[in-house]
């Protein structure tokens, strides 16, 4: 059974930085997409950045691009997101996902319990 715990979350103030950590237990991830999404409330779930199994191939939503950057190490089962230059706006639960099919958009069949982000102005 796959795995998946986010730390790293917090309280922050505007123009601060976080980084969350994904931590995937059960399989390996090495042929898998790995996905940050968030959820602000009375919001839908949002894709927010991905990368696949290799790195080779990236996206990230026009509304952190620049600020936030996804990155991976396999060896240790790992997938962070760097968040800079939070916003407001950014304030949300941040679940990190897993795709099987290192699709970067879509069949992300397991998730994280989401780590709370709080963006103070």
């Known amino acids: 059974q796959v795995q998946l715990v986010e730390s790293g979350g917090g309280l922050v103030q505007a123009g601060g930085s976080l980084r969350l950590s994904c931590v995937v237990s059960g399989r390996t991830i090495s042929n898998y997409a790995m996905g940050w999404f968030r959820q602000a409330p009375g919001k839908e779930r949002d894709l927010v950045a991905a990368?696949?199994?290799?790195?080779?191939?990236?996206h990230t939503a026009d509304s952190v691009l620049g600020r936030f950057t996804i990155s991976r190490d396999n060896a240790k089962h790992t997938v962070y997101l760097q968040m800079n230059s939070l916003k407001p706006e950014d304030t949300a639960v941040y679940y990190c996902?897993?795709?099987?099919?290192?699709?970067?958009?879509?069949?992300?069949?397991?998730w994280g319990q989401g780590t709370q982000v709080t963006v103070s102005s």
């Open positions: 996902a897993a795709s099987p099919t290192d699709s970067l958009f879509f069949n992300y069949d397991y």
């Open positions: 990368m696949d199994w290799s790195g080779s191939n990236t």
